[in-house]
């Protein structure tokens, strides 16, 4: 079964330094797409990146870059020169090929303070 | 672009009634929406896949005669939540699939907060 895991409940980072926000998946298709989203207080997700299974770089959007490694099943989010407007919860999510409807399925979420 | 938006973003109800909450694609056709539930500091749960012009799928556990969900156009779906009750208080999210997306990406919209009394 398909599955997404992230461990870590909650995390700081200071102001400036980058973070590591860990996500791990499980799934037997070969085609498969990851995606991190942000939610702050307000509730709204906000899509921040995407990598696909095939893709054989690693994707970046400006601050954020998601380090795959296909093999240890990992796609873990780098945000670097955290900022204040950072804090939020950070939810990992796959999409489900086998359906053919491409629903997602999530982890648990990270919630990142970053501290002043 | 690939906005959606959610109308009411809060809304109280008295237990027993219905509310329907309204779900558009604003600059995209979304043949495929969907809904999720997610209780405070909870992960996301989707409760159903919404295709245009045919019968939503429901996931395990969800009742279907409680959760009604219309998909009438490639823009607009709605969630009626019927008979109320305050367990069902939560903060519902929908999203939809930009049918012309490379990565068959989802949209959220921004969410509504459901509370009953």
């Known amino acids: 079964a398909q599955k997404i895991t992230q461990t870590q409940p909650g995390m700081f980072v200071q102001e400036k330094e980058a973070v590591t926000l860990d996500c791990t998946y499980d799934?037997?298709?070969?085609?498969?797409?990851l995606f991190w989203y942000k939610q702050p207080s307000s509730g709204e997700m906000i899509f921040l990146i995407y990598q696909g299974s095939y893709d054989e770089q690693n994707a970046t959007e400006g601050r954020y870059s998601l380090n795959f490694q296909k093999a240890r099943k990992s796609a873990n989010l780098v945000i670097s020169a955290s900022q204040l407007g950072d804090s939020a919860m950070y939810f990992c999510a796959m999409r489900d090929p086998g359906t053919g409807t491409y629903k997602y399925i999530f982890g648990t979420g990270t919630r990142l303070k970053v501290l002043a | 672009g690939a906005v959606v938006s959610q109308h009411p973003s809060r809304v109280i109800c008295k237990s027993g009634t219905s509310v329907k909450i309204e779900c558009r694609s604003l600059?995209?056709?979304?043949?495929?929406m969907f809904w999720y539930r997610q209780f405070p500091k909870k992960s996301l749960m989707l409760m159903a896949t919404?295709?245009?012009?045919?019968?939503?799928?429901?996931e395990q556990g969800v009742e279907k005669d409680k959760f009604l969900i219309n998909h009438a156009s490639l823009t607009l779906s709605t969630l009626t939540v019927t008979s109320a009750h305050p367990e069902d208080s939560s903060f519902y999210i929908c999203?939809?699939?930009?049918?012309?997306?490379?990565?068959?990406?989802?949209?959220f919209g921004p969410g509504t907060r459901l509370t009953v009394t």
């Open positions: 799934t037997s298709d070969q085609s498969y797409g």
């Open positions: 919404s295709n245009e012009g045919s019968k939503a799928t429901y």
């Open positions: 999203s939809a699939r930009d049918r012309e997306g490379r990565h068959y990406e989802q949209y």
């Open positions: 600059d995209f056709q979304a043949t495929t």
